[in-house]
């Protein structure tokens, strides 16, 4: 079990982007000796952006505020380049308008530098596999701001279109649970299901709504009512 786990983990490349560099440093170091491929870091915004592109990451663990760019302009900008792209904030602020800001520009996760070691590791690991990590306390900000979001006129023009892709019961099922903000392991506890099956799901929902990752996936089921269910 362990071997297998330390494969997957041995195959997420992860990149660092902060100004400070004793703590990218730090931060690199402490992603290397656990397994992961750091495969580039960089110290400002420009820099980033072209590193990124070059290296490829699975997810780029980003500082907010950056010299020549802001880390919300090179996460919008990257994750335009490429939707695959997962990007973790690591920032020193916990502001709602910092969390809600890097989460329109693409983030899909927003932890404070006051985390722990350990808990940056588990929050690289499930950004790598979709999941939204964020510090206690502001996964629900950002679930509220898709509520808001979803309740405002312009997001009733795209609803229930015709022809709209008709999703299998088992995956409505689990795009409900998504809503909520489950984690892809809690959905295959409550579904008594595989953690990967919950995946091939979620990609499969995602492929059929033409959306680009499960922050787009969240709010597409908030419109629809489907965590009130």
């Avoid at 870091?41 to 952006?49: F, I, L, N, S």
């Avoid at 072209?50 to 010299?67: E, I, S």
């Avoid at 809600?100 to 983030?107: I, M, N």
């Avoid at 939204?132 to 306390?137: A, I």
């Amino acid at each position: 079990m362990t071997d297998s786990t330390d494969e997957r983990q041995g195959a997420i490349k992860v990149m660092v982007v902060d100004d400070h560099p004793m703590w990218r440093d730090a931060v690199a170091r402490d992603l290397a000796e656990s397994g992961f491929d750091v495969v580039a870091t960089a110290g400002d915004g420009d820099q980033a952006v072209r590193r990124a592109k070059a290296a490829g990451p699975d997810v780029l663990v980003l500082d907010l505020n950056l010299p020549a760019k802001p880390g919300v302009q090179v996460c919008k900008e990257l994750v335009g380049h490429n939707p695959a792209l997962r990007v973790l904030v690591l920032s020193a602020s916990g502001e709602h308008a910092d969390v809600l800001e890097a989460v329109k520009s693409g983030a899909t996760g927003y932890l404070l530098k006051s985390a722990s070691t350990d808990e940056l590791l588990d929050a690289v690991r499930r950004t790598a596999v979709g999941d939204p990590v964020f510090t206690p306390g502001l996964a629900g900000l950002v679930l509220g701001e898709y509520r808001r979001l979803a309740s405002e006129p312009a997001s009733a023009a795209d609803t229930d279109q015709p022809g709209a892709p008709q999703l299998t019961d088992r995956e409505t099922e689990v795009l409900r649970l998504v809503a909520k903000g489950l984690s892809y392991k809690q959905i295959a506890e409550r579904l008594v299901i595989s953690h990967r099956t919950v995946q091939n799901h979620v990609q499969n929902t995602l492929g059929k709504l033409q959306l680009h990752n499960r922050v787009e996936l969240v709010r597409y089921a908030i419109e629809r009512g489907l965590d009130d269910e």
